[in-house]
C-alpha cells in the first residue's frame, strides 16, 4: 500500500498520531475511484470522492482549531502536501460556513440564475417532506 508522504522532506513531530486514520482515508478513496459507475447518474459518481475529502479536511481542521492536538508546523505540512483542503479550512473558520460540504456549493456560476447550491438553503425554509441533494456532491444540506 502506497504512502500518503509525497515530498522527499521528513514529516514533522506527531505524524506518527495522524497517519493511520488518513491511510485509512487514503484506502476508502482508492476504493472509491475504482467503485463501479453502473446504475448511478454522471454526477453521482463522484459524490463518494467529495465526502471522503471533506472527511480528511475536516479531521485535520478539527485536530489544529478544535481539539489542539497537532502543531502549527504538522498542520501547515498537511496544508502543503494536499492532505488538507486549504480552502475550504479557510471558509471553516468563517461565520454561517462553518459545515460548508464543498466549495462548489458556494460558487455561483455553477448555478442556473448566479446563486448558490439548494442544499445552502435552510431545511425550515424548505417545503416539508421535500428531500434535496446537492447535484455537485449529494450533501443533504450544509447551511448554518
Partial sequence: MPKIRRSKKPPPEGWELIE?????????MRE????SHEGKRKSETVWPIF????????????????RKAISRELYDYCIKEKIADANLIAKWKKQGYENLCCLRCIQTRDTNFATNCICRVP??????????????CGCRGCSG
Fill in 123 to 136: 431545511k425550515a425554509k424548505l417545503e416539508e417532506g421535500r428531500i434535496v441533494e446537492c447535484v455537485h
Fill in 51 to 66: 465526502k471522503i475529502h471533506h472527511q480528511k479536511s475536516r479531521y485535520i481542521y478539527d485536530l489544529f482549531y478544535r
Fill in 20 to 28: 493511520p486514520t488518513l491511510e485509512e482515508l487514503e484506502a476508502k
Fill in 32 to 35: 472509491a475511484e475504482t467503485d
